[in-house]
């Protein structure tokens, strides 16, 4: 990462923000366009306290000026839940698109309307609150979604098949567990190399997965190791 870039794209996004405020107002469009775009930024530098305050009063700007189910509002709040779960809060995350979603988050799983990397999102965070049987069916209607809408895999279908086969594992479906990492093994490796991030972290969960399958000692120990390492996936996405 170049962060004199990095550097630069904030300080130019943080200038814009200032003048949009001045010129436009806090809620006019392009203002909260600026927001979110410096939300991302923050995030993405590890800035998460920032990322967190500034996500959560332009979500607040696009509920107001366009409602809930507008989908720059859905795609605000996609982003913030990522946000609230790098800075480790999942119970934040899921409650805030529980707010935003109501009575959407019933069917979100048939509901192509949510796009799928809030259905990432909402899945990692129930993983992280031990809601594994619904983490598991959030992850594979995930995955169906994603690899319907493109034939192409990538970092947000390897994430999503990362927490199916964490989520199997800690229910105890260790067969299947092996089965889901072996294929997102297989797929990282062929679209980024043996040495990337995301096939490395897949091959530590088979890798646990194959022990259990071997000696069934010390679970609980184990299943707390894991359930910090399913924050990693995340920090592919933002």
Not at 97 to 126: C, H, W, Y
């Amino acid at each position: 990462r170049n962060l004199g870039l990095d550097r630069d794209a904030q300080a130019h996004v943080e200038k814009s923000l200032d003048q949009r405020r001045k010129l436009l107002g806090p809620e006019h469009p392009d203002t909260l366009t600026s927001m979110q775009v410096l939300a991302s930024i923050y995030a993405s530098e590890g800035k998460y306290a920032e990322a967190e305050t500034l996500g959560r009063e332009t979500l607040d700007g696009r509920s107001r000026v366009r409602g809930k189910d507008n989908v720059s509002t859905i795609a605000m709040a996609g982003l913030l839940g990522r946000i609230y779960m790098l800075n480790g809060k999942p119970r934040a995350a899921a409650d805030m698109l529980e707010e935003i979603l109501g009575t959407r988050i019933q069917r979100m799983e048939a509901d192509d309307s949510v796009p799928t990397d809030i259905l990432f999102t909402l899945a990692s965070s129930n993983l992280m609150l031990g809601r594994f049987p619904l983490a598991e069916s959030q992850s594979r209607a995930a995955l169906e979604r994603q690899l319907k809408g493109s034939a192409n895999e990538n970092l947000l279908t390897l994430g999503t098949r990362h927490n199916a086969a964490f989520a199997c594992f800690l229910q105890g479906k260790y067969y299947e567990a092996a089965t889901r990492f072996q294929k997102g093994i297989e797929t990282s490796r062929s679209l980024y190399g043996p040495d990337h991030a995301m096939t490395l972290q897949l091959q530590g969960g088979l890798l646990s997965t194959s022990f259990f399958l071997e000696s069934r000692d010390n679970a609980m120990a184990q299943q707390g190791l894991l359930l910090e390492t399913s924050k990693l996936s995340l920090l592919f996405l933002v």
